[in-house]
């Protein structure tokens, strides 16, 4: 190849690379404003609502949704709720396995797909190649091509840059991510639970797991619920006293100590135990079977027991395990 045509040809590639990415800028932007006029819902939104249409599978995972649409799992998330509160799509039990964790479209939602014609139609003036279809067809393949190269090329870039007797495989990590991924992983749940355990039960969180723990043993210390939740003594006096006020737990003297003394959940608190407890369980599941398989969620559970360096915490009567 001569330098005139190689240089010919990197010019070629510069243009087909401009333009892949002017499109991929002007026509979402375009389609956005668009819907945002006539429907008041997101590109990304009305999206969703496209893979959940008439063709679609009756009702579909949001990791699937996720995947479909090249999002993050957290962006297809937020993009099923707000279409949620709309009332555009709804949730519903798998009748696979019993998680909670499918997505389906509503009436509502159908018909704003149905109504959503001018976005249809200005999607395919903007797509419609001033080409004959034999060669938008080849264009269109060569554009899957051009995504699932980008798309596996990350994944190389990233092996080929450990060797084949990389730190993975002598037990080396990124301490700073790992510690980042726990901690947030653990943000992201405790708040979805609070969350669930003061709508459905009235209490946060930290009661639910202090009323698990006093009920698990029967009657409990101060500090052998401090030991179970890994909180100090002082701060488990604190939520403990305030668990007492609301009558939710009650104390009695320890026969084998006299200055020491025993709680236990009273009739009240058994009442909220079993309330936090259905809210806790369906939401962990739902938040774990959005995430992980049931094989991996088995194992999760052993790394974390092996990382807390015990065996499973007291489980109190009706606290069941991750349904898969």
Not at 28 to 45: D, H, I, K, Q
Not at 73 to 84: G, I, K, Q
Not at 267 to 290: I, K, Y
Request: aromatic fraction near 4%; charge should be negative; glycine fraction near 8%.
């Amino acid at each position: 190849m001569t330098p005139n045509e190689r240089g010919r040809i990197l010019r070629t590639e510069d243009r087909l690379w401009s333009g892949i990415l002017r499109a991929a800028a002007a026509v979402p932007r375009r389609l956005e404003r668009e819907l945002a006029a006539t429907s008041g819902v997101t590109l990304v939104e009305f999206d969703v609502l496209l893979g959940l249409g008439d063709d679609a599978p009756a009702s579909v995972r949001i990791g699937e949704i996720a995947a479909r649409g090249g999002l993050s799992f957290s962006r297809a998330s937020r993009a099923v709720t707000a279409l949620e509160r709309r009332e555009l799509v709804e949730r519903e039990e798998c009748v696979v396995d019993g998680r909670g964790n499918q997505v389906r479209i509503t009436p509502a939602g159908q018909a704003l797909l149905d109504e959503s014609s001018r976005a249809h139609e200005l999607r395919a003036m903007i797509l419609k190649p001033p080409v004959d279809p034999a060669v938008a067809g080849e264009i269109a393949r060569y554009l899957d091509a051009v995504a699932e190269r980008a798309d596996s090329e990350d994944g190389l870039e990233s092996r080929s840059e450990s060797p084949p007797d990389s730190g993975i495989t002598r037990g080396r990590h990124d301490s700073a991510q790992l510690f980042d991924d726990l901690v947030r992983s653990q943000i992201v749940l405790w708040n979805s639970v609070e969350s669930r355990t003061r709508a459905e039960a009235g209490v946060p969180a930290s009661w639910y797991e202090s009323l698990r723990v006093v009920a698990a043993r029967g009657r409990s210390r101060g500090a052998d619920v401090a030991r179970d939740l890994s909180i100090t003594e002082g701060g488990a006096s604190k939520l403990l006293s305030r668990l007492e006020a609301a009558g939710l737990l009650e104390r009695s003297s320890d026969p084998g100590d006299a200055r020491a003394s025993l709680l236990s959940v009273t009739a009240a608190g058994e009442a909220v135990l079993r309330g936090a407890s259905a809210a806790v369980r369906d939401e962990v599941d739902q938040f774990a079977s959005d995430r992980l398989t049931s094989a991996e969620v088995a194992q999760l559970g052993v790394l974390l027991r092996k990382l807390r360096g015990g065996s499973p915490s007291p489980r109190a009567p009706g606290s069941e395990t991750f349904h898969g």
